[in-house]
Each structure stands twice: as structure tokens, then as C-alpha cells.
């Protein structure tokens, strides 16, 4: 999931963009790291506390830009930081045996950003600073939504299959409630099983459900 968080924000990056000119349509992603990720999920009243910090994160990229009348150079640059996100995480019900999740007070801090591009000189680097530490914060807000949410919770996790004596069960699970306070998460659920062959029907083979 980081990695698609990272790899999400990176292809709506434009670093060329702050050469003065427009990126054309070769505008390639070099090379992508990151050192490491923390991650942590605080109960609160209500949701959860989501913060990550990404270290070392480096992005090198290449780009044709129109500078004027037409005419296009190559640019190379890269861009560093260790970007601090903290976020909302609303867990609910929803009413269909799942659970619905939205992210509410989204924040990005890119500590120690730096950039460069390659035979621009630093004062113009300087003017654009704010400008592309600013696209890169609401970039990573919209991966956070768009990419870490969906994969927070797999509905497939609902549907298990157990073995009991040596024969598969099929056991169906369907949240009702959710409840979040400073002591943790419980999650409330009904429960259905099925027995794929069944040899004697009974009230311990046939569905059962609550």
C-alpha cells in the first residue's frame, strides 16, 4: 500500500514545471526510494489518528519542457524530502455488512525538502520553492484518499474458509456496527456458515446465522 501510495503520488509529479516552461509529453520517472515508513493508528473518540512519516523519500525524473516559441530542452532534476502526513481515519458501518472509510483533516509537512534541477540556477529554483512544495503536499493528500483508503480494508476478508475435522467451512461475516474510542476499536458482526458438501442435514450443518 506505501508503495502505491508513493508510486500514485510520483505519476501526477511535474517537476519540469518549475523551469518557466510547460512539460511536454516525454516526462519520465528515473528513479523512486524511500529509506523507510512509519506508520501508527491511534484510536481517538470517534476515528482514528492516521500518521506516517516517509523517510528519505527521492524522486529523479526527466522531462522535455517548451521553453519559448516552440522550443524544447531536456531537463533532469530530482526532489528530497521527508514528507510527515497526519489524517483522520472515519470508520463506519454501512449498512450492507462492510465498512465504509473516508479520510477528514488531511495535513503534509515536507520536512527537510530540497529540490534541483539540472543547469537552472538556484535563485529561480528559490521562486518556485513554495510553489512545488505546495503541489507536492496536496499530491500526497490525494494519494492518501485515493490510494491508502481502499486498501486500508479488504471486504474479502469477510468471506473466510475454516477447516473443521479435516472439512471445509465456509464462514460468511457481516459488520453491523463500528465503535472507536481512546481504549480501541470494536467492531460488531453476524456471521453465517456453510458447509460446501453437506452429508446429514441438521441444525448443526444447514446455515447458521447470529
Known amino acids: ?8 503520488f ?41 500518521n506516517m512519516k516517509v523517510w ?12 519559448i516559441f516552440g522550443i524544447d530542452i531536456t531537463v533532469r532534476g530530482h526532489m528530497n524530502a521527508d514528507p510527515n502526513i497526519n489524517a483522520r481515519l472515519n470508520l463506519a458501518a454501512d449498512g450492507l455488512g462492510s465498512m465504509s472509510l473516508s479520510i477528514t483533516g488531511a495535513q503534509v509537512q515536507m520536512d527537510n525538502f530540497g529540490y534541483n534541477i539540472n543547469n537552472v540556477p538556484g535563485e529561480i529554483e528559490q521562486w518556485f520553492e513554495d510553489t512545488v512544495v505546495e503541489a507536492a503536499e ?10 491508502v ?19 471445509p467451512i465456509n464462514m460468511n461475516l457481516a459488520i453491523q456496527t463500528v465503535d472507536i474510542d481512546p481504549s480501541g476499536m470494536r467492531i460488531g458482526m453476524n456471521s453465517t456458515a456453510t458447509a460446501q458438501n453437506v452429508v446429514n442435514f441438521g441444525k448443526a450443518v444447514r446455515q ?3
Do not use: C, H, M, W
Not at 29 to 50: C, H, K, M, W, Y
Not at 56 to 67: K, Q
Not at 138 to 147: I, K, P
Not at 160 to 166: H, S, V
Open 208 to 210: 447458521l446465522g447470529g
Open 56 to 67: 528519505g523519500l527521492y524522486i529523479a525524473i526527466r522531462a522535455e519542457v517548451d521553453i
Open 1 to 8: 500500500t506505501i508503495t502505491q501510495l508513493v508510486s500514485a
Open 10 to 50: 510520483v505519476a501526477d509529479l511535474d517537476l519540469a514545471a518549475v523551469a518557466g516552461g510547460q512539460a511536454g509529453g516525454d516526462f519520465q520517472i528515473q528513479e523512486v526510494r524511500f529509506d523507510r515508513i512509519d506508520l501508527s493508528l491511534e484510536p481517538t473518540d470517534g476515528a482514528l489518528n492516521l
Open 138 to 147: 496536496t499530491l500526497l493528500t490525494d494519494a492518501l484518499n485515493g490510494v
Open 149 to 167: 483508503v481502499p486498501n486500508l480494508f479488504d471486504p474479502g476478508a469477510l468471506n473466510q474458509e475454516l477447516d473443521l475435522l479435516g472439512k
